[in-house]
T-cell receptor, first 113, second 111 residues
Framework: DAGVIQSPRHEVTEMGQEVTLRCKPI?????LFWYRQTMMRGLELLIY????????DSGMPEDRFSAKMPNASFSTLKIQPSEPRDSAVYFC???????????FGDGTRLSIL | SQQGEEDPQALSIQEGENATMNCSYK?????LQWYRQNSGRGLVHLILIRSNEREKHSGRLRVTLDTSKKSSSLLITASRAADTASYFCATDAHGNNRLAFGKGNQVVVIP
């Protein structure tokens, strides 16, 4: 079975540009999570969805960040405008049911110049 | 040791030795999970232990949980070079899958 699929794997862009990260969760999973990983802060939860509805976006750093989940098989995380401090690895994870393990994609390594 | 919620630590061991890493947390939990992350890859779930469990085994992995001390340990027995990775503990306080991750323990297994 396919795991969580993220695209692109790498993104290098100049500050001020819009960045869109994409995620396809595992089919049948009803919860989706976006994380950001940096050396300084470790793995931070940005936002998570249950049944396509955003439940907790308290981790979204600022208004420049937005996330959507238009259907059960697709989610996007958008940064507009991007800044160098947004450089990090962004992970998407999905899970099915309560108290379950999360399945992670291989992440998008984002570099903002 | 990690704090579920943790301080990062690096561990370098010889192949065949056991590797032990610790995790502490602050709040009550529904369950605690351990994940592995290989360089350049996403996290992979290893084992989940619920708050009413004290010990769990999976292959060469052994996890303990002490809720009175708010701590957990992960033991990897007979380590292999392929076990080289970062290991993270994560706590689920309410059973709603919202995990709080520590900063990880880096383990290097020397062949």
């Amino acid at each position: 079975d396919a795991g969580v699929i993220q695209s692109p794997r790498h993104e290098v862009t100049e500050m001020g540009q819009e960045v869109t990260l994409r995620c396809k969760p595992i089919s049948g999973h009803n919860s989706l999570f976006w994380y950001r990983q940096t050396m300084m802060r470790g793995l931070e939860l940005l936002i998570y969805f249950n049944n396509n509805v955003p439940i907790d976006d308290s981790g979204m750093p600022e208004d420049r960040f937005s996330a959507k989940m238009p259907n059960a098989s697709f989610s996007t995380l958008k940064i507009q405008p991007s800044e160098p401090r947004d450089s990090a690895v962004y992970f998407c994870a999905s899970t099915n049911g309560q108290s379950s393990s999360q399945h992670f994609g291989d992440g998008t390594r984002l570099s903002i110049l | 040791s990690q704090q579920g919620e943790e301080d990062p630590q690096a561990l370098s061991i010889q192949e065949g030795e056991n590797a032990t890493m610790n995790c502490s947390y602050k709040t009550s939990i529904n369950n605690l999970q351990w994940y592995r992350q290989n360089s350049g890859r996403g996290l992979v779930h290893l084992i989940l232990i619920r708050s009413n469990e004290r010990e769990k085994h999976s292959g060469r992995l052994r996890v303990t949980l002490d809720t009175s001390k708010k701590s957990s340990s992960l033991l990897i027995t007979a380590s292999r070079a392929a076990d080289t990775a970062s290991y993270f503990c994560a706590t689920d306080a309410h059973g709603n899958n919202r995990l709080a991750f520590g900063k990880g323990n880096q383990v290097v297994v020397i062949p």
